[in-house]
């Protein structure tokens, strides 16, 4: 059986948990973002599948990217990987109030929502 090499990357929470921001997960030939996903909460257990599913389902509060491409333009879990793609999970960005409002300056910034 042939492995594929595949980078995993994690931000926030989810990267404090599995104790760095990268690693280096070899899954079968044809594996897709779902079967690394899976290797991913085997690693880190229970804690981690609590952050990333819901249900049976990647968590809507998270944002799965291949290759800096957002899954969901793409087949979503179901995409199929190649060798040294790279898989990176990480929360939605949630809009707020600039730190220029905070101390009282006008405020430019355009903010995520």
Known sequence: MYLLRIVFKSFGQLRRVLGGQSIDIDVPDKSTIRDVIDRVIAIGGPSVKRQVME???ISGSLIVL???RDIDTLQGANTVLSEGDE???LPHVQGGTCICSRVGQSCTHQLLA
């Open 55 to 57: 249900g049976d389902r």
């Open 87 to 89: 898989v990176a999970i």
């Open 66 to 68: 291949l290759n800096k």
